[in-house]
């Protein structure tokens, strides 16, 4: 089998065209010898933890640039500000209002602190992904709350999604702030926000209160950096915040991450606009030229930098087409899901990156819909196939696979629990142990603690049968509890 080091190498020096992150897309100028920067909190070099020479100045750049009051250089990812987030903010038997299209890393943070959780669920969109989290969802759930006798001190939502779609920040926020609570918005996916006018406008004005984005997702930062961002008029306390992150991240920060991130800044700030540019020009065109798609379809989200592919209107999979893509025209995704597939960009794509996918759709196109007269057949067949497999059509509402349970215990009371395993086909009406996933997206179809329904099983028999990955299952089988 080959070394991790060698696949590595050999997938970076191949033709592969990476529409995944990190943002830098293996074009970042700049080439570190990781044997030239790796030290540690050698004197002159300042500290993560106590930054006051050149650590500060990215923080403080950051800020400048993102237009906060204060910004905390991460090397735990967005994972790390989510958990610190939470853990500065809530105590044990709180209550966390979140978002159900939450990240793992909110989910993971609630177990830690032992928190009990209320979930707000996001809006439908019309095209079967999930939307946004309407701030009338929001007042519902906090009067709820209210009226149970608990108090919300923190809600939690994701903004922008994995594909791109944003809610509406400001109204959300000053109705958490109405019912005394801060709002976390986990905006990893949206670190280019407000630097170029092709995509969303800042989120630092819109009155979050703790704003987390990963710099390693849409920017040319390396995996891991990212940032917390505390805005102008936050409620957030930076003292709880600093020692949360001090107890949380690691003593030896990277300084390859760190001194890359000094770098991109310097990029961003010298070369930024001319690349947004150029950038916002390709996937405008991308965009149009799409539009003649017949069989394929392109969903559009809010962030034209996520390039959603549908293909609920043909016999392919979203792993199929994933793989048709990867094999046929080395252009590897980001993520597939049932029905679709995600290409992330970032400023750093070239204009034959994006010429090299429109090129590829087309190709696949015709071949789907010069089987126009088939297509109708081969979906109702592959729809009879997976109905006899799992019961359900292949029309996803992924709102519905992402959709309401019950909670019988908090999660982290599940997993101090005694379980067992079972077979994914008998384990309808039990209490699962564990989170089960699909990843990417990282969103629990059902989480610890709650009821395992015959629709999760059908949909995590689907996800099996299309090829995703699914996490929380032991080969095959589920942990309940007993
Ligand atoms: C919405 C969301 N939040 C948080 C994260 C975690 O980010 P990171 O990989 O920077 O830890 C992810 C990762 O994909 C994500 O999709």
């Not at 994995?162 to 109405?178: F, M, N, P």
């Not at 065109?285 to 209107?313: H, M, N, W």
């Not at 009821?451 to 299952?473: C, F, N, P, S, W």
């Amino acid at each position: 089998m080959t070394a991790l080091d060698q696949a590595l190498l050999a997938y970076g020096k191949s033709q592969a065209y990476p529409f995944h992150m990190p943002g830098h897309k293996r074009r970042f100028p700049q080439s570190f010898d990781p044997n030239l920067m790796d030290i540690t909190e050698i004197d002159g070099f300042d500290d993560l933890h106590d930054a006051g020479g050149m650590i500060a100045d990215i923080e403080r750049e950051l800020a400048e640039l993102y237009g906060v009051a204060q910004a905390r250089l991460l090397v735990g990812g967005a994972t790390l500000g989510n958990l610190v987030s939470l853990l500065s903010h809530l105590e044990p038997q709180d209550t966390l209002l979140m978002a159900r299209n939450c990240h793992k890393s909110i989910y993971h943070g609630a177990i830690l602190g032992r928190l009990s959780v209320e979930y707000i669920y996001p809006q439908a969109l019309t095209n079967g992904l999930q939307g946004p989290v309407r701030a009338a969802s929001v007042q519902e759930a906090l009067c709820a709350a209210e009226k149970r006798g608990q108090k919300i001190k923190l809600v939690a939502i994701t903004s922008p999604t994995y594909e791109g779609v944003v809610s509406d920040l400001s109204a959300i926020a000053q109705i958490a702030h109405t019912h005394g609570a801060l709002l976390l918005v986990d905006a990893a996916h949206g670190a280019h926000f407000g630097l170029h006018p092709y995509f969303p406008p800042s989120m630092a004005d819109q009155g979050a209160d703790l704003l987390v984005i990963s710099l390693h997702k849409t920017l040319p930062f390396y995996t891991m950096t990212a940032a917390l961002l505390l805005p102008d008029g936050s409620w957030a306390d930076r003292e709880r915040v600093a020692n949360l992150i001090d107890y949380l991240e690691t003593s030896s920060p990277s300084y390859i991450l760190m001194g890359q991130a000094a770098a991109a800044l310097r990029f961003l700030r010298q070369e930024g606009e001319a690349r947004f540019r150029e950038n916002a020009r390709d996937l405008k065109q991308f965009y149009k030229a799409c539009e003649d798609l017949r069989a394929l379809r392109i969903l559009r989200t809010d962030d034209p930098g996520k390039i959603v592919i549908s293909c609920a209107r043909t016999s392919l999979t979203g792993q199929r087409l994933m793989e048709w893509l990867r094999e046929e025209y080395q252009l590897e995704l980001e993520m597939a899901s049932f029905d679709y597939v995600l290409a992330m960009t970032s400023l750093m794509d070239t204009s034959e990156g994006l010429r090299r996918l429109q090129d590829a759709l087309f190709e696949i196109d015709a071949l789907l819909a010069g089987e126009a007269d088939r297509r109708h057949v081969l979906r109702e067949e592959r729809q009879g196939e997976q109905k006899a497999i799992c019961g359900v059509d292949r029309v996803i509402d992924h709102t519905l696979v992402y959709g309401p349970r019950r909670k019988i215990l908090e999660p982290w009371q599940a997993l101090r629990k005694k379980w067992e395993e079972m077979d994914l086909e008998e384990c309808a009406g039990c209490i699962s142990r564990d989170s089960i996933l699909l990843y990417p997206p990282g969103i629990p179809l059902v989480h610890s603690g709650e009821e395992i329904t015959e629709e999760v099983v059908r949909y995590l028999k689907m996800a099996l049968a299309d090829g995703l990955k699914v996490q929380g299952l032991r080969d095959g089988k589920t942990r309940v509890l007993v």
